[in-house]
Nanobody, 125 residues
Framework: QVQLVESGGGSVQAGGSLRLSCAASGSTHSISCMAWFRQAPGKERERVASIYIGSGGTIYGDSVKGRFTISQDKAQNTLYLQMNSLKPEDTAMYYC??????????????????WGQGTQVIVSS
């Protein structure tokens, strides 16, 4: 089992920045990939960015490319999402996600077998 706890959400004006953190615990040695997803009211959950634990390779959603950066601190078992140039349309609940116990891509919802509780991000215009 892997447990995930997010922090760092809040309210910010458009153009501002926030950094989200996700602390992983439990069977962290078995995590193959991690990701950030988000869900706005009335919309489906969408992938923001993914990172592959072994290679460090990353993939970003088109809407956040060039503005958001996903990174990991393996020693601290912590995942980060640095969000710059925030827009009102980035307003959503942000979820940390992981796939553990087997290899995966953390690309679609069905790849994920562990979720955090979410942290709210509100961007005002």
């Amino acid at each position: 089992q892997v447990q995930l706890v997010e922090s760092g959400g809040g309210s910010v004006q458009a153009g501002g920045s926030l950094r989200l953190s996700c602390a992983a615990s439990g069977s962290t040695h078995s995590i193959s990939c991690m990701a950030w997803f988000r869900q706005a009211p009335g919309k489906e959950r969408e992938r923001v960015a993914s990172i592959y634990i072994g290679s460090g390779g990353t993939i970003y959603g088109d809407s956040v490319k060039g503005r958001f950066t996903i990174s990991q601190d393996k020693a601290q078992n912590t995942l980060y999402l640095q969000m710059n140039s925030l827009k009102p349309e980035d307003t959503a609940m942000y979820y940390c996600a992981a796939r553990w116990g087997s290899s995966g891509l953390c690309y679609v919802l069905t790849d994920i077998n562990s979720w955090g509780q979410g942290t709210q991000v509100i961007v005002s215009s």
